[in-house]
């Protein structure tokens, strides 16, 4: 295989912390990173949507990872950023923001450095990771943005964001 080829096989990902995991996401699902702003509460969205922000005259709810994986909610702090991120569902495309500590780097890992989900220890369902990324001594959780939220969880999210508008206007 040529050095080309090899390159190409890379995948690169956006880590980001939340509490002390470090989570990644396919660099081509990640659309943005924004500093933390005031978030808006939605009553009656899921308990893991922290609230929705105004983007370019779009709303987008942010979700918080920790609370998603029952642990408790996040704590803001002054890296706290959203990253900006397209998951598909069963009606297309939905913009959604995760709710990061900070943001580590964009890391490009080969093949071989990506080890199939555990079973067991990772306090994510399996079915919600790609795999763990092996970085030196450590491991990314690599997730899954299309199935870390279900069909189910994608429609309340979307109902929430009509509330949301509607509530603007």
Same mark, same amino acid.
């Given at each position: 295989?040529?050095?080309?080829q090899n390159e190409a096989l890379k995948r690169q990902f956006l880590t980001f912390?939340?509490?002390?995991?470090?989570?990644? !996401?396919?660099?081509?699902?990640?659309?943005? =990173? =924004?500093?933390? $702003?005031?978030?808006? %509460?939605? /009553?009656?969205?899921?308990? &893991? =949507?922290?609230?929705?922000?105004?983007?370019?005259?779009?709303?987008?709810? !942010? !979700?918080? *990872?920790?609370?998603? &994986?029952?642990?408790?909610?996040?704590?803001?702090?002054?890296?706290?950023?959203?990253?900006?991120?397209?998951?598909?569902?069963?009606?297309?495309?939905?913009?959604?923001? =995760?709710?990061?500590?900070? !943001?580590?780097?964009?890391?490009?890992? /080969?093949?071989?450095?990506?080890?199939? %989900?555990?079973? &067991?220890?990772?306090?994510?369902?399996?079915?919600?990771?790609?795999?763990?990324?092996?970085?030196?001594?450590? &491991?990314? *959780?690599?997730? $899954?943005?299309?199935?870390?939220?279900? #069909?189910?969880?994608?429609?309340?999210?979307?109902?929430?964001? %009509?509330? %949301? #508008?509607?509530?603007?206007?």
């Amino acid at each position: 295989m040529t050095n080309g080829q090899n390159e190409a096989l890379k995948r690169q990902f956006l880590t980001f912390v939340v509490g002390d995991e470090e989570y990644g !996401v396919g660099i081509t699902q990640a659309k943005e =990173i =924004i500093e933390y $702003d005031t978030l808006t %509460a939605v /009553p009656g969205a899921p308990v &893991f =949507i922290r609230g929705v922000i105004n983007l370019r005259g779009h709303v987008v709810p !942010v !979700v918080d *990872l920790a609370v998603k &994986f029952g642990r408790p909610a996040s704590t803001l702090g002054r890296r706290s950023c959203v990253v900006v991120v397209e998951v598909q569902g069963e009606e297309g495309g939905t913009v959604m923001g =995760i709710l990061a500590d900070r !943001v580590s780097l964009v890391a490009e890992l /080969p093949p071989d450095a990506i080890e199939p %989900a555990p079973t &067991f220890g990772t306090g994510v369902r399996t079915d919600w990771l790609l795999g763990l990324g092996r970085m030196d001594k450590r &491991f990314i *959780l690599l997730l $899954d943005t299309d199935r870390v939220l279900s #069909a189910r969880e994608v429609l309340e999210v979307q109902a929430a964001e %009509a509330t %949301a #508008a509607s509530a603007a206007v």
